[in-house]
């Protein structure tokens, strides 16, 4: 049972994980360095080969998107993934309207006369506003120059 868990694992986070990539493809590489700021990256050893945006739900810990585009990654053959940018993304305003579900209208609300002395007049029940929210982070992937221009033929 666990094992199936371990499978299936994989495939419940990529429903919830959008990973898109724009750039070059080369064979699989085994290790891919990781950095999290552009000054880290030594401009003379790499050429910068494709770029990644991964949008996730806010369930995700950062770890766990970490190692989603780690191996994403690898299978592009990118030598070095930097992060160069992470926030939240509001994209999806919605409104839970009270009179929606059935709710009596203000002025169709029964109070005893108690009531309204204390609280004043009848208002409407609470309509509720939320923001759905992703993170969004940009990552950079890079080949050592040398492989490049190995495997380009230069």
Not at 26 to 33: D, I, S
């Given at each position: 049972m666990k094992k199936l868990l371990f499978l299936l694992l994989p495939f419940l986070f990529a429903g919830c994980m959008n990973i898109d990539y724009v750039g070059k493809k080369?064979?699989?590489?085994?290790?891919?360095?990781y950095v999290e700021n552009t000054d880290q990256v030594p401009m003379d050893d790499y050429t910068l080969i494709g770029r990644f945006t991964v949008k996730a739900r806010p369930m995700y810990h950062p770890y766990d998107v970490e190692e989603a585009i780690l191996e994403e990654a690898r299978e592009y053959g990118g030598d070095l993934l930097c992060l160069t940018k992470s926030g939240i993304d509001s994209f999806s305003v919605y409104t839970t309207n009270s009179q929606e579900f059935g709710a009596p209208k203000a002025e169709d609300r029964k109070i005893s006369a108690?009531?309204?002395?204390?609280?004043?007049?009848i208002s409407p029940l609470s309509s509720?506003?939320?923001?759905?929210?992703?993170?969004?982070?940009?990552?950079?992937?890079?080949k050592k120059t040398d492989e490049l221009n190995r495997l380009l033929g230069y």
């Open positions: 080369f064979a699989p590489t085994e290790n891919v360095r108690e009531e309204k002395e204390k609280f004043g007049s509720r506003s939320a923001v759905k929210q992703r993170q969004v982070f940009h990552y950079l992937l890079y």
